[in-house]
């Protein structure tokens, strides 16, 4: 055969993968623009004022709490984001507490992935985990997160599993504020994979005529001029240990009481007298009646 016919071939064949792309990014495209429409007519995207937990007032609030009253949307949510972890290796998954936790469960059944959970604090007792399930060290673990701004929520699961042994690489979440957590993953090797993005959302909304460029301009500048990039130094400084308790003596704690009662009992029958019995009666009283 001539060089021609295999050159002709070649192109052929490109061709027919090129087409066989762009049909499953539309397809893709058109699962991601029902998810974006269906999460707003259920208000779990919300356009207007909003005061954050931070303070500030915000013209967007997304709150993915609510998708769990909703099966068939947590269901198209799940689909959505297979259609990114599919593509990723990984031998288990963990979702982000909360709101991510029926998520990966979704993913984890339907798909016959196995699924390990982080506690918010570990237990006092017991084996006092901080990762429930059953996994080896040295395996990979994906994380499935709701909603990335900072990408702190992450960081707080990413450290217990690491300290178990796991190996994190990828992180795949639905909505990506492009705020910043892109690339404060990123300094520390973890590959961000979204769904959509706020511009995403923007953008089908107001092809559905559910947004105006107003509104747009100042979820935008919100955006914009709400950056929470942080530098390899905040970081490092945000991973140093906290501080030890500082141990007190009785005396050292009784100028430092605040409660009238607190001070008077801890003096009770003179500074010198009595003090095994004077203490264990103030801290009584402190610890169950009022504080010092």
């Given at each position: ?257 605040r409660n009238p009662m607190g001070r008077r009992l801890f003096f009770f029958d003179g ?22």
């Amino acid at each position: 055969m001539s060089p021609r016919f295999h050159l002709g071939q070649m192109f052929h064949d490109l061709a027919k993968k090129l087409r066989s792309y762009l049909e499953m990014n539309e397809s893709r495209k058109a699962i991601v623009d029902e998810l974006i429409l269906a999460l707003h007519d259920i208000e779990a995207i919300k356009l207007g004022d909003f005061k954050l937990k931070s303070g500030i007032s915000s013209p967007i609030y997304i709150d993915l709490r609510t998708i769990v009253s909703f099966p068939k949307i947590l269901q198209l949510v799940a689909d959505a984001l297979w259609n990114i972890a599919k593509d990723l290796k990984f031998d288990v998954m963990c979702g982000v507490p909360y709101t991510a936790l029926p998520m990966a469960t979704v993913l984890s059944i339907q798909h016959n992935k196995p699924m390990v959970m982080r506690r918010k604090e570990a237990k006092n007792y017991g084996l006092k985990k901080m990762i429930e399930g059953v996994f080896q060290a040295g395996q990979t673990c994906l994380i499935i997160e709701d909603l990335v701004t900072s990408g702190m929520s992450v960081f707080e699961t990413v450290a217990p599993l690491k300290q178990d042994g796991l190996q994190v690489e990828d992180v795949v979440v639905l909505v990506d504020r492009e705020q910043g957590g892109r690339e404060n993953l990123t300094k520390e090797n973890l590959q961000l994979h979204s769904v959509f993005t706020i511009s995403t959302m923007l953008n089908v909304l107001k092809a559905a005529g559910r947004v105006d460029d107003q509104m747009i301009q100042r979820v935008q500048e919100f955006i914009r001029d709400n950056q929470v990039v942080k530098s390899s130094q905040e970081q490092k400084d945000g991973e140093r240990e906290k501080p030890q308790d500082v141990k007190l003596s009785y005396t050292e704690r009784a100028a430092l009481c605040r409660n009238p009662m607190g001070r008077r009992l801890f003096f009770f029958d003179g500074p010198e007298a009595h003090q095994s019995v004077r203490f264990c009666r103030c801290d009584a009283l402190c610890r169950f009646v009022t504080p010092c």
